[in-house]
């Protein structure tokens, strides 16, 4: 069965004229006619019946105009799929490197898959720095936790924080909390010290991490307590339970940051398209 001889079809039978259908294709009704039998002789049934008084769809014709509606909507979307231009060019990413050890690997696999022309550099770090790079020119888009010095953003998430260590880790409320954080000017580390200074829990320093494997490997091997986001808890960590009387940290919002002098490009805005599809999942 042609597209042609499909779409003439469902044409008639939603118009219930041939001369509407004729108009509507801008064919001449002669043609339309022909495709029409041409169809009927192919599926060997009648799938229009035609009198002086119009035009009515056979039981046949209903069944096939199913199908065909379905057949000309998938060729349609085939055809627009490898007739559009597709982005291409390179993109500049900065992820925050909580945001790279579990979300980014899925955003990029949907990005690259309607996008293969598109060459990527990534650049995982801390979230301040990363801003910075952004303003500096050195990044088309950052994907990172908000901090008040920074621009306010495109929201993506909102993620409750909370207190999570290895299973193995115990602490006596009588010490200090043992913590695992990363340096000084991180707002994590900030919001964690805060929380605690508030309630009055005294607190040390275990152990102090430039990035996210630092900090996973303390928090494995025993060392400490540190602070993630609910939904990108690692795995092997549990969340503090009420046996552990810590103060709640409040909530986190993960942002996309782009330069605000210039509309972003297609490859970017099709990036951001993606990751917010994901924050949706």
Same mark, same amino acid.
């Given at each position: 069965m042609e597209s042609d001889q499909l779409r003439t079809f469902i044409s008639v $039978?939603?118009? &219930?004229?041939? %001369?509407? *259908?004729?108009?509507?294709?801008? &064919? %001449?009704?002669? =043609?339309?006619?022909?495709?029409?039998?041409?169809?009927?002789?192919?599926?060997?049934?009648?799938?229009?019946?035609?009198? /002086?008084?119009?035009?009515?769809v056979t039981a046949d014709g209903e069944t096939l105009l199913r199908y065909a509606r379905q057949i000309v909507r998938t060729t349609d979307e085939a055809l627009a799929r490898f007739t559009t231009p597709q982005p291409s060019g390179r993109i500049r990413i900065g992820s925050a490197d909580d945001l790279a050890h579990n979300q980014i690997a899925d955003i990029l696999r949907g990005f690259r898959r309607t996008n293969p022309h598109v060459s990527i550099e990534i650049t995982v770090g801390q979230s301040p720095a990363l801003a910075r790079q952004l303003r500096a020119g050195r990044l088309d888009l950052a994907y990172v936790r908000h901090d008040?010095?920074?621009?306010?953003?495109?929201?993506?998430?909102?993620?409750?924080?909370?207190? *999570?260590?290895?299973?193995?880790?115990?602490?006596?409320?009588?010490?200090?909390?043992?913590?695992? /954080?990363?340096?000084? #000017?991180?707002? =994590?580390?900030?919001? *964690?010290?805060?929380? &605690?200074? =508030?309630? #009055?829990? *005294?607190? =040390?320093?275990?152990?102090? $991490?430039?990035?996210?494997?630092?900090?996973?490997?303390?928090?494995? $091997?025993?060392?400490?307590?540190? /602070?993630?986001? &609910?939904?990108?808890?690692?795995?092997?960590? /549990?969340?503090?339970?009420?046996?552990?009387?810590?103060?709640?940290?409040g909530t986190v919002d993960f942002v996309v940051l782009t330069e605000s002098a210039a509309r972003p490009s297609e490859p970017v805005e099709a990036l951001i398209e993606e990751i917010r599809r994901h924050s949706l999942q």
């Open positions: $039978a939603e118009l &219930l004229s041939f %001369s509407a *259908a004729a108009k509507e294709l801008a &064919l %001449s009704q002669p =043609t339309v006619s022909q495709r029409i039998r041409r169809l009927e002789d192919e599926v060997g049934r009648t799938l229009l019946d035609r009198d /002086t008084h119009g035009v009515r008040p010095d920074m621009p306010d953003g495109s929201l993506i998430r909102c993620e409750q924080l909370v207190w *999570a260590a290895h299973r193995s880790f115990v602490w006596d409320p009588q010490s200090p909390l043992p913590l695992v /954080t990363y340096q000084p #000017g991180s707002p =994590t580390r900030a919001a *964690a010290i805060n929380a &605690l200074e =508030t309630a #009055g829990i *005294a607190w =040390t320093v275990a152990c102090a $991490a430039r990035d996210i494997n630092g900090i996973l490997a303390a928090v494995r $091997a025993g060392i400490g307590v540190a /602070t993630f986001p &609910l939904s990108m808890l690692p795995q092997g960590l /549990t969340v503090l339970n009420v046996s552990h009387p810590l103060p709640p940290l």
